[in-house]
Structure formats: C-alpha cells, structure tokens
Nanobody, 124 residues
Framework: QVQLVESGGGSVQAGGSLRLSCVASGRILSSNSMGWYRQAPGKQREMVAR??????????NYADSVSGRFSISRGNVENTVYLQMNSLKPEDTAVYYC???????????????WGQGTQVTVSS
C-alpha cells in the first residue's frame, strides 16, 4: 500500500509564508512526478504546482494564480516533495493535497496516489 502524507499547513495572515511537505511511503519502485493540488469550499480541485522528471532533469509547472509566489521542489530523499508558498493571499485558502505518479514493485504501470490533505487558511 502506498501512502502520501502532507504536513505544514496552518493559518497565516496575508503576505505570510508556509512550507508544505509530502512524503510517499510504501514499496515504491519509482515516482516520475509529484504535485500539489488544492480545493476550496464549493470549488473544484485544481492543480497548483507539479514537478516531473524526464531522464535526470526535473521540470516544474505552476498555475497562473500562484506563479512567482509558490515554488515546488523535490527533496533529497526519494519520493518527497515540497511547496514553498510566499506572499499568501486569502484566495489561497484551501485544502492542499499531494499527488504522486508512482510505480510499485508489484506493478508494471504507474498509478496516481493522493494524500489526505492539509488545511491552509490565509486571513486578510
């Protein structure tokens, strides 16, 4: 069983910063990409940032709404990902979910896995 666990959420005033962490555990052979998504009350889940590996090179993509403010990175430990969030705005308030495309030892394919989510609340 693959599990993704997020941490680092909390409450912060507008203009503040938070750093989210995600660790994937289990019998994982490889993860090609990991990312962060968020869902605000009454809204659809949206992609915030994603980082993927092509060969030995990592490529990052961001939603327009967070570009220049958020930064995604892979950890030195395999199957970890971080999201540095700066200049937070009230509209960033949401539950943030970690996602990973992972191949297990017992599988010949890559599959998507999701964390349980961590709450981020930004007050004005």
């Amino acid at each position: 069983q693959v599990q993704l666990v997020e941490s680092g959420g909390g409450s912060v005033q507008a203009g503040g910063s938070l750093r989210l962490s995600c660790v994937a555990s289990g019998r994982i052979l490889s993860s090609n990409s990991m990312g962060w998504y968020r869902q605000a009350p009454g809204k659809q889940r949206e992609m915030v940032a994603r980082i993927r590996r092509v060969g030995s090179t990592n490529y990052a993509n961001y939603a327009d709404s967070v570009s220049g403010r958020f930064s995604i990175s892979r950890g030195n430990v395999e199957n970890t990902v971080y999201l540095q969030m700066n200049s937070l705005k009230p509209e960033d308030t949401a539950v943030y979910y970690c996602n990973a495309n992972i191949r297990r030892y017992s599988s010949e394919t890559y599959d998507d896995y999701w964390g349980q989510g961590t709450q981020v609340t930004v007050s004005s």
